[in-house]
Each structure stands twice: as structure tokens, then as C-alpha cells.
């Protein structure tokens, strides 16, 4: 059975914190994997996609990184900000029919 | 600007009744998604069409119906065989290119609940 899990599944850090989100999942045979943001009772924001030719993504104070061979992606997140506060979603495409296959979130406060 | 409109933002069904959830979108993309999210779990997938005039049941589709008769637009409906309708639907949309999976794009989601 292919899945996604993401630890903490709850994390509270300080403002300017740097930190790391964990996803791993199931199947070495993924062809891209995708990092989503969604803040309380929204809809959700693509961050970053990696494609499985890939090791990683940048786009601002993000950097996501991808393993295939040990099943694991993380989510880097620099100098984090309060605005930064939401839930950090993570779905790898199992094969190319376009079906994410999800993980259930972390949730991240950013405390100032 | 470019984006996916989900309507209406909250939405309350009466027993036996049918009730449609609207997206719509102005990205040009090929393919279309709906989702059901419930607390504690993760995003299901119910159906999605790649093309005009064509979709395919995900992983839930019992009791919900689609068509996908214009690029733009993919209507769920929410129909009375469906016993626990009470969840956050969203819709998603993302440019088909052959061999590569292009990123979903998701419009703010539609809160449906029983009255």
C-alpha cells in the first residue's frame, strides 16, 4: 500500500528559527513529489515540485529536498516568520496518472 | 488573475437532497480534480477528467456525479446516495504534458454540511 508520512505532525518553533519538515513514503518508484501550504479553512498553495529526476527545489526561504533510493523528502524552511504559521502538506504522483498520494500535514506555529 | 474559483464557500444540504459545488478555472489547464478532506486524514481523491467530455472515478466516487462539458469548468454533485457529505471539497487543476507531472493548482475550497 502506498503512503505518506510526515512527522511532527505538530511542531511550535520560535521567530527565526530555521527548521525542517520530514516526509517519507512507501513507494521508491514515485515520479515527482510536491510540497503544499494550507493556512486554517483555505484551500492549498503549491510550494515546490520535484520531479524524481531531481534532488532538490528551491524558491526563496524554501528548499525541499528528495531521496527516492531511502524514501525520504524534507522541507526547509530559513529564518522562519509568524506568516509562515499554516499546515505543510507533502504528496508524492505514483506513476504518471497524475494521483497524488497524500500525507496527513504538519502544523507549524511560528511564535513571535 | 489566473486562478480556480470554487462556489459557494459554505453549503448546507437537507436529507435527500442533491446539491452542486461549482469550479471553475482560467489557467488553460487540461485536467481537473475534486477532493474531499476530513479531519484527521488525508486529501481523497473522488474523480478527475483530463480531457473535455471525459473523467475518471478516484478513489471515492460512490455517491458523488461530475461532468466536464467546457475546458473551464468541472461541477461536483453531491447527491443524496452519499451518507456522510460532511467534509472541506476542493477542486484542483494542472497543465497535462506527456510523460511529466505538472503541479495542482487548488482553488479555496467549499465547506458542505448537513442541516
Known amino acids: 500500500k502506498q503512503e505518506v508520512t510526515q512527522i511532527p505532525a505538530a511542531l511550535s518553533v520560535p521567530e527565526g528559527e530555521n527548521l525542517v519538515l520530514n516526509c517519507s513514503f512507501t513507494d521508491s518508484a514515485i515520479y515527482n513529489l510536491q510540497w503544499f501550504r494550507q493556512d486554517p479553512g483555505k484551500g492549498l498553495t503549491s510550494l515546490l515540485l520535484i520531479q524524481s529526476s531531481q534532488r532538490e527545489q528551491t524558491s526563496g526561504r524554501l528548499n525541499a529536498s528528495l531521496d527516492k533510493s531511502s524514501g525520504r523528502s524534507t522541507l526547509y524552511i530559513a529564518a522562519s516568520q509568524p506568516g509562515d504559521s499554516a499546515t505543510y502538506l507533502c504528496?508524492?504522483?505514483?506513476?504518471?496518472?497524475?494521483?497524488?498520494?497524500w500525507g496527513l500535514g504538519t502544523s507549524l506555529a511560528v511564535n513571535p | 488573475d489566473g486562478g480556480i474559483t470554487q462556489s459557494p464557500k459554505y453549503l448546507f444540504r437537507k436529507e435527500g437532497q442533491n446539491v452542486t459545488l461549482s469550479c471553475e478555472q482560467n489557467l488553460n489547464h487540461d485536467a481537473m480534480y475534486w477532493y474531499r478532506q476530513d479531519p484527521g486524514q488525508g486529501l481523497r481523491l473522488i474523480y478527475y477528467?483530463?480531457?473535455?467530455?471525459?473523467?475518471q472515478k478516484g478513489d471515492i466516487a460512490e455517491g458523488y456525479s461530475v461532468s466536464r462539458e467546457k475546458k473551464e469548468s468541472f461541477p461536483l454533485t453531491v447527491t443524496s446516495a452519499q451518507k456522510n457529505p460532511t467534509a472541506f471539497y476542493l477542486c484542483a487543476s494542472s497543465m497535462f504534458q506527456l510523460g511529466r507531472n505538472q503541479p495542482q493548482h487548488f482553488g479555496d475550497g467549499t465547506r458542505l454540511s448537513i442541516l
Open positions: 477528467s483530463q480531457i473535455v467530455n471525459d473523467f
Open positions: 504528496a508524492f504522483y505514483a506513476g504518471n496518472n497524475r494521483k497524488l498520494i
